[in-house]
């Protein structure tokens, strides 16, 4: 059967709300339109949509609970290899930009030495880790499975985006701008929050964790000119995680990851508080850069400053090299 009769009989069995038939048939119509800019004939439903379609109706039947840390799930339903495979048409990898891949030996090294590594990196789509993994699995294809994405309440609560999730190793955290929606749930967010950091100092003393985080709380937006940046850092973010490392007591090498995927999922225009986003793919090359290893005592020798301030000029270096990282990749995109 083909995806729109099965999300009609599905609908029709109310299975799926109203928002959720049409956030559905707006992704099935771009997805093969994104094909086709690809240059691949569509003649029917392709199999992967269906699947994706059959895994959602799986959640909302007999909905998956995630734990504070969250690993990829692989069988019985693949959810991983599923996140690759719907992805993977999409990206133009001809004309996609991938630099600093020089900086993955060393961090594979690192790592294997059961040393902790963490990208300090902005985000742009709802698909960044299957696109971090597809750009780097030629060469360091564990660095990608294995990765751990510290992410927000989004990706689990929503029964769309759950089949993409399920299949990545995730810490998931309430972000700030959700935390008071709804205000009855506050504390019960703070006390989730309290665990995942608790379950990531202890993950982290026992060494050789790769840690992707963005400090900015989200993904990065248009700004009224329609230009997508990398969207500020967050400086208690960073404190946080240089603070967790140092008490993990394992050696942590930081380093800043810039991505341009914003084209492949743009995110709504501005940050939602209800579930359930509009979801348009398109056909596009996408980029990614590494820089070198990141100086985590940047700013600690200016003695005209104060411990904050210090802190502060800290997180603008980050954020800094993250910029750099994103520039160099425009200056490559065709």
């Known amino acids: 059967m083909e995806f729109l009769e099965k999300l009609a009989q599905y609908e029709k069995e109310l299975v799926f709300t109203p928002r959720q038939g049409q956030i559905l048939r707006q992704f099935y119509h771009s997805y093969i339109e994104a094909l086709k800019d690809k240059g691949t004939p569509v003649t029917q439903s392709p199999p992967i949509t269906l699947q994706f379609l059959e895994l959602i109706v799986k959640q909302i039947r007999t909905p998956y609970h995630f734990q504070v840390c969250h690993k990829r799930v692989t069988k019985p339903d ?7 495979d719907i992805i993977r048409p999409l990206i133009d990898f001809k004309h996609s930009i991938c630099l600093g891949t020089e900086h993955l030996a060393l961090i594979d090294l690192q790592l294997k030495q059961k ?3 963490i990208f300090f990196a902005n985000h742009q789509t709802e698909p960044d880790p299957q696109a ?3 750009l780097i699995e030629k060469h360091y294809p564990e660095i990608g499975a294995e990765m751990l994405f510290v992410a927000g309440d989004r990706v689990i609560s929503d029964p769309i985006a759950v089949p993409f999730s399920k299949g990545r190793n995730m810490l998931c955290i309430y972000s700030r701008k959700h935390m008071d929606y709804p205000p009855e749930k506050k504390m019960e967010k703070q006390q989730h929050n309290r665990r995942a950091l608790q379950e990531l100092v202890r993950r982290l003393s026992n060494g050789g964790q790769c840690v992707y985080v963005a400090p900015s709380g989200g993904r990065d937006r248009p700004d009224a000119q329609g230009t997508v940046n990398p969207a500020p850092f967050d ?18 090498h930081f380093y800043p990851l810039s991505l341009l995927t914003h084209h492949l999922l743009p995110p709504p225009p501005v940050v939602e508080n209800e579930i359930g986003e509009d979801r348009e793919f398109h056909y596009t090359p996408i980029g990614l850069h590494i820089g070198a290893e990141l100086d985590m005592t940047y700013g600690s020798d200016r ?16 954020y800094g090299q993250v910029c750099q990282g994103y520039q160099r990749i425009l200056d490559k995109m065709p």
């Open 303 to 318: 003695t005209d400053l104060d411990k904050k301030g210090q802190r502060q000029l800290r997180c603008e270096y980050i």
């Open 115 to 117: 040393h902790n590594c």
């Open 132 to 134: 971090i993994n597809l």
């Open 235 to 252: 400086r208690d973010a960073i404190d946080l995680f240089a603070l967790m490392a140092k008490d993990s007591g394992i050696p942590t």
């Open 78 to 84: 693949d959810y991983f290899t599923f996140g690759l």
